[in-house]
Nanobody, 121 residues
Framework: QVQLVESGGGLVQSGGSLRLSCALS????????MAWYRQAPGKQRESVAS???????NYADSVKGRFTISRDNDKNTVYLQMNSLRPEDTAVYFC???????????????WGQGTQVTVSS
């Protein structure tokens, strides 16, 4: 069974920093994209940042220059360093991994349970 477990959320003042971690456990064949999404109260889930196995990254415009996504392929772990946090960054942050369980299987998305990030003004 594949599991994604996030950690590192919490309460921080505006301008502060947090580092989120997400570790994938379970038997898998391969991971392609690992990404972070967030969902604020009353809003749709949105993409924050993503990274491929080769290190290509992509960021939402709202976090460019403040957030950095990184990945440890040996540990099947993805990180999100969040600096210069703003109240509008407050949301539940979810990690996602696009993975194959076996060589002949399809690429499927696996999600973590989410971690709360609250930025006070």
């Amino acid at each position: 069974q594949v599991q994604l477990v996030e950690s590192g959320g919490g309460l921080v003042q505006s301008g502060g920093s947090l580092r989120l971690s997400c570790a994938l456990s379970g038997s898998i064949f391969s991971i392609n994209v690992m990404a972070w999404y967030r969902q604020a109260p009353g809003k749709q889930r949105e993409s924050v940042a993503s990274t491929t196995t080769t290190g290509h990254t992509n960021y939402a415009d709202s976090v460019k220059g403040r957030f950095t996504i990184s990945r440890d392929n040996d540990k099947n772990t993805v990180y999100l360093q969040m600096n210069s946090l703003r109240p509008e960054d407050t949301a539940v942050y979810f990690c996602m991994a696009l993975a194959k369980l076996q060589s002949g299987s399809t690429w499927d998305a696996y999600w973590g349970q989410g971690t709360q990030v609250t930025v006070s003004s």
